[in-house]
């Protein structure tokens, strides 16, 4: 039993169906895909049964009902590629442990985005293409690739510039295997940063080191120069 589709397109239905007994129905993909005034309360439904709830409310632009104590465990698909995160600004532990996750999200807006400790710890299915995030707010990286054995994804264009904690971002990521030497030195330096992947490290800005060096042999000649007028004196 189902309602997929069932009012998918329907832009003037806005009926109370808070009581229907939905509690043996697998599927509610696609709903209310597009129903355009659908606003009713919806919360009290049990759909502890479903397996699918894909595009179940997409495009039904006027939805917004709490729906937040729906028992969705036996889930299986979600659509959340088309998540509007850009408000969002911690993603701490989102998919921590989420062994069996691997769906795209690569088209989320993180733009805001703070923390991403934890993110896929563990998520040890999770290889889904997130090149083009936008991260550059971001501060906190730690442990958010650890033991996430499958992921080897190229983010190497990532701008993680503002970041200040990167300790053992990629721990175990066992599968990781990536050229950063585009991220800063203090990133990929951090402790335990990529212990357990193969990633290719940033070296230290060689034009800083160039600049140290001629300070230091300035400073040596200095030295040396003014010894030698002492003696002479």
């Known amino acids: 039993m189902g309602f997929a589709s069932m009012f998918k397109g329907t832009t003037t239905f806005d009926q109370d169906i808070g009581r229907w007994d939905v509690s043996t129905s697998e599927f509610f993909s696609n709903m209310f895909q597009n ?5 009713q309360n919806i919360g009290s439904w049990d759909v502890s049964m479903s397996k699918s709830f894909e595009w179940m409310f997409d495009k039904a632009t006027a939805f917004d009902q709490n729906i937040g104590k729906w028992d969705v465990s036996s ?3 979600f659509d959340i590629g088309d998540w509007d995160m850009s408000k969002c600004n911690t993603f701490k532990n989102m998919f921590s442990e989420a062994s069996a996750f691997d769906q795209y999200i690569g088209g989320w807006d993180l733009s805001n985005g703070r923390s991403f400790k934890y993110m896929f710890d563990t998520a040890s299915t999770f290889n889904q293409d997130i090149t083009n995030w936008n991260v550059a707010k971001g501060n906190v990286f730690s442990f958010m690739f650890k033991e996430a054995t499958s992921f080897n994804q190229d983010i190497a264009q990532w701008d993680v510039s503002t970041g200040t904690e990167f300790v053992s971002m990629f721990h175990k990521a066992s599968s990781f295997q990536q050229n950063l030497t585009s991220w800063p030195y203090s990133a990929t330096e951090s402790d335990d940063f990529c212990n357990g992947a193969s990633c290719t490290s940033s070296t230290p800005n060689a034009s800083s080191s160039a600049t140290c060096s001629r300070f230091l042999i300035q400073l040596f000649s200095y030295f040396l120069c003014t ?3 002492v003696r002479l004196l």
């Open 227 to 229: 010894s030698c007028i």
């Open 35 to 39: 129903a355009t005034t659908f606003n």
């Open 75 to 77: 889930g299986t698909l």
